[in-house]
C-alpha cells in the first residue's frame, strides 16, 4: 500500500539532494564573516524546518486517527513523530557544531531559538515511552493521539513566542530579516526541498515496513490456526 511510487520517490530525493549538495559547496557564495563555516546553515535549518512541521502534521494525523478510529491514521502519525524526533537531532547536533565555530560554545542557554527547540525535542522525547507504557492497543492509539494533538498545538506557539522575542544571536531566516543574497537564497530552498522529500521517503519507507510486518503476522497467525 505505502510502497507504490516509492521507488519514484526516492529517485527524487537522491538528486534533490545532489543538486542541493552541489549548490551548497560549488554556487552558494562564502560568508564574509563565517566563511565555509556558515554552509552548515543550509543543513541545520532545513532540518529544523522539516522536523517542526513534521510535529505539527504528526498532529493533525492524530486528529484524523481521533475522527475516524482507522489505525492507519495512527500508524501515519507515530512515523511522523517518530521521523520528526530523528530530524530534531540532527538539528541539535548541526546547531551545536556551529554555535561553537561561531559563538565559542557548544550551546547558549540565553538564546531563544536554541532553548525553544530544545524544549520541542524534549517534550516529543517523551512520546514514544507514553504510546508504549500502554499495553491495549486501542488506548495507546487514543492516548498517544491527544498527545500529539496539544503538542503539535505548541509547536506553532512556541515558534510565534520566539520570533517576538528581541533578545536574540540566532539569525533569522524566515522574514524580512533573513536578507540572503540571491544565490544563497536559491541554495536554501533546494536544500529544504530536498530534505522535505527525505523525510517524506523515510516516512513512506517506515510506513511499508510496518505494513509488510503487520502482514507478516497476520500470515503467521493464520498458518498457526491452520495447524491447530
Known sequence: MYGRGLRALSISTVLALGAALSLVFFYAPLEADQGFLQKIFYVHVPLAIVALCGFVAGGVLAIQHLRT????WDARSYVAI???LIFAVGTLITGSIWAKG????WWVWSEPTLVSFLIVFLLYATYQPLRFAIEDPERQAR?????AI??????PMNFIAVRLSTAYLHPRVLGDTSNLPGPMALTFLVSLGAFALLYLTLCRYELTAKHARSQLRRLRARVLEGQA
Do not use: E, I, Q, T
Open 102 to 105: 561561531s559563538w565559542g560554545h
Open 150 to 155: 496539544a503538542a503539535g498545538a505548541f509547536v
Open 143 to 147: 492516548y498517544a493521539s491527544v498527545f
Open 82 to 84: 517518530h521521523m520528526s
Open 69 to 72: 478510529h482507522d489505525p492507519r
